[in-house]
């Protein structure tokens, strides 16, 4: 390697002083931290947002244009049913009832709970079957529990437990297993269509979304058109998902917040580590200078000095990420309403920031290093 021994004297200057090269590591290390661990936090608040979505599974999803989230539906006339269901390019179309209902528990005490109320004919969207059945939804008073992290908020019910809602009775008849946890805190029932609408109290417009199957993916625009014309809206899955993202994005104090804290984590491991590098660079001044006079040519020493900081960034962002998942994990294993889950896009936001915390380290240094003459330092 042509470079390779002017990078192993830097890879030994940097090491060799523990002190300076602990603090820089500590440094990065603690702003990767804080930076995944807020973005961590943010999508994981995201990914439940958009958790109807997810495991309902339809491909389109029509709705009031007024919607933001999947938890505020607007419920829609009954005979835009049978208008979606006769357009160009639709396979199919199913109405959806969501709802939040009181229920109360066979100990007596009242519980918010979250009704989902799937088509009588097809059960368009249903659960995965942990135990019981899905076709015992069709007997009277059935109701399918969904076991996620505020299973426990209905008393762990099992298969024959009683509840009451709106006076009348319910059965738990299943338990299911979904995708994603909700984001409100609320336990999740299934039902059916009809059920639903018949024990929660509601308007006289009883849908809230209709999902949609397109023929071909080459129906969406038109049926997106369609539905226009008619004064709602039709997105996708995606679509609908990035509609919830924007809207906690930029219209709740969420992704404000997150941002903020985000950038303070950034400024915080830049402040730390810039200023550890500049006086590490100080304090070997000489030994630059030294390896000027025996030959070193400035080309070599910028290489030098961008290897070091390259390999401290990328170290401490190494360990930062560890920290950050070790966290996730032992607190996913003891708080199941923890949120914060890792992806892509924050670890990729995360190794930019550090590539800018290593490229203004390494300008710093660059600039002071290139000044040094051999005959000042001989000098002093």
Do not use: C
């Not at 969501?98 to 229920?103: F, H, S």
């Not at 903020?260 to 402040?271: D, E, H, K, P």
């Not at 590539?355 to 240094?365: F, H, K, P, R």
Request: proline letters at 3%; a positive charge; aromatic letters at 12%.
């Amino acid at each position: 390697m042509k470079y390779g021994g002017i990078m192993r004297i830097g890879f030994k200057l940097l090491v060799n002083d523990k002190g300076k090269f602990s603090a820089l590591l500590i440094g990065i290390t603690f702003a990767v931290f804080l930076m995944l661990q807020m973005t961590a936090m943010f999508a994981g608040i995201l990914d439940r947002a958009y958790s109807t979505v997810t495991n309902i599974g339809a491909a389109m999803w029509v709705m009031d244009p007024a919607v933001n989230t999947a938890s505020s539906a607007i419920p829609m006339p009954a005979y835009l049913l049978d208008a979606v269901r006769s357009m160009d390019g639709v396979s199919f179309a199913v109405p959806l009832y969501m709802g939040g209902a009181l229920v109360k528990l066979e100990d007596g005490t009242f519980q918010s709970v979250y009704v989902v109320g799937l088509d009588d004919a097809s059960l368009f969207g249903r659960p995965e079957m942990e135990q019981g059945n899905i076709l015992d939804i069709y007997n009277d008073n059935t109701f399918i529990a969904v076991d996620d992290a505020e299973f426990s908020k209905l008393k762990n019910p099992r298969i024959g437990t009683s509840f009451e809602l709106n006076d009348h009775r319910g059965t738990i008849v299943g338990i299911a297993r979904v995708a994603s946890n909700g984001l409100n805190g609320i336990p999740t029932l299934y039902t059916t269509y009809n059920r639903a609408i018949q024990y929660v109290p509601s308007t006289r417009f009883t849908a809230s979304y209709l999902l949609v199957q397109p023929k071909s993916p080459a129906d969406v625009a038109g049926i997106e058109r369609q539905v226009a014309a008619l004064g709602y809206a039709a997105f996708t899955a995606d679509e609908f998902k990035k509609r919830i993202t924007d809207y906690y994005t930029y219209k709740t104090g969420i992704g404000t917040n997150i941002l903020l804290m985000t950038v303070i984590s950034f400024i915080v491991g830049l402040s730390i580590s810039g200023q550890t590098f500049y006086t590490f660079i100080l304090e070997n001044l000489e030994k630059f200078g030294a390896l000027k006079a025996i030959g070193a040519k400035g080309r070599e020493l910028v290489y030098m000095i961008l290897f070091m900081a390259t390999f401290t960034a990328l170290t401490g962002f190494g360990l930062g990420v560890g920290l950050v998942t070790l966290m996730i994990t032992i607190a996913r294993s003891r708080l199941p309403n923890y949120a914060a889950m890792i992806t892509f896009w924050n670890l990729g936001l995360a190794f930019g920031m550090v590539l800018i915390i290593a490229a203004i380290s390494s300008y710093v240094g660059v600039r002071k290093v290139l000044k040094v003459e051999p005959f000042d330092i001989f000098r002093g």
